[in-house]
């Protein structure tokens, strides 16, 4: 279901993931009781994200007007954050992991000339 709601490319919502992969924490309204309409809405993902434990906080608010909970969401440990982390990889890079952790060593090196070739720019080496 997770899956299903990043494949809708929100851009809201894959800015928000970028920014708890990197550690930072997000605010996120979280709905507790989850209808099956409502795994069409893509901000479901954060509910669906925490209670399957992917996804931690340390506190929430709850709005005074409306009785909605914000919540102050975050990666739990280093473990969920290498399992998301692998995962995107393997989905973005079609399988082709060894590939793309060899063309992150060329480029933290700054070895380009191998990091073109595995790119596929071959011409300009």
Do not use: C
Request: charged share 30%.
């Amino acid at each position: 279901m997770i899956k299903q709601l990043l494949d809708k490319n929100d851009s809201k919502v894959l800015d928000d993931l970028k920014a708890v992969f990197s550690g930072n924490e997000i605010e996120e309204v979280i709905t507790e009781n989850i209808v099956f309409s409502d795994l069409e809405d893509v901000d479901t993902i954060w509910s669906l994200m925490l209670f399957s434990g992917y996804l931690t906080y340390d506190r929430f608010e709850i709005s005074d007007i409306t009785g909605a909970k914000t919540y102050f969401l975050k990666i739990p440990n280093y473990e969920v954050q290498s399992f998301f982390k692998n995962t995107f990889i393997k989905e973005y890079s079609h399988g082709k992991t060894a590939m793309y952790f060899k063309m992150l060593e060329d480029l933290y090196k700054g070895d380009m000339d191998k990091f073109k070739f595995k790119i596929g720019d071959k011409k300009s080496i």
